[in-house]
């Protein structure tokens, strides 16, 4: 079985004080209770049902926000925005207060960045007709400029760029995190509400780590 938060397979420790085993997220530095231990096994262990991808899904909600980066305990693949598995369809969904509030997670400071916005609907109609204006609700840092992702609400992920990402100058006092991201890549179209632009981009530690190396960095004159 792999951690929910990072995607390592988890190790058997054992808890001297009951006596019993409990998994264990080394990087994470992360056991697992026995209530969602069993819960887990239950849902993704040797002899759990097997499960399909849902045709009907919850809309989005900032309860999942999509930077959390999760993992599938049974198959190790990234969740989707709906904490579900692309691949077996099993989802996290009923585990997220317990694992969120009483498991702890020890970040890494080299795993990537996870960032994403909501898209709220469309903006001002660009001058160049390959580029695309949408209104966002940033869930956590702007998106910065490079490759990102759409997916919508469908379940369906395509590739965009990102132009640029600026504060939106009409926004509500109530709403500090909405923003106007300029992507190209798709047409107006593909940009419906509830969908999420997504991108994954290097942390603070591994931009240090290249800069210190030298990658990166334009040759001396």
């Not at 998994?23 to 697992?32: A, D, F, R």
């Not at 009409?170 to 632009?197: D, I, N």
Request: charged share 25%; aromatic share 6%.
């Amino acid at each position: 079985m792999y951690c929910p938060k990072c995607g390592t397979a988890l190790v058997t420790r054992q808890d001297m004080r009951h006596g019993d085993t409990y998994l264990y997220c080394e990087p994470g530095e992360m056991g697992l209770s026995r209530s969602v231990q069993e819960a887990l096994d239950h849902r993704y262990g040797a002899n759990a049902p097997p499960s399909v991808v849902q045709q009907v899904r919850p809309a989005p909600s900032p309860t999942y926000p999509h930077e959390w980066g999760w993992y599938c305990p049974g198959c190790g693949v990234p969740l989707d925005g709906w904490l579900e598995c692309p691949r077996c369809g099993k989802h996290l969904r009923g585990l997220a207060y317990q694992l969120v509030e009483l498991h702890p997670h020890r970040p890494d400071p080299k795993a990537p960045v996870r960032l994403s916005a909501q898209v709220l609907g469309l903006g001002r109609v660009q001058e160049r007709s390959d580029q695309v204006e949408v209104r966002v609700e940033l869930h956590g840092e702007a998106l910065r400029r490079g490759p990102a992702r759409l997916r919508t609400h469908s379940g369906s992920v395509r590739p965009v760029w990102v132009i640029a990402c600026e504060p939106d100058a009409s926004q509500h006092p109530r709403h500090p995190r909405r923003a106007r991201v300029v992507v190209e890549g798709v047409p107006r179209s593909a940009f419906q509400a509830g969908a999420y632009l997504e991108q994954e981009t290097r942390s603070a530690a591994q931009d240090h780590e290249r800069q210190a190396s030298g990658e990166g960095r334009p040759d001396a004159e």
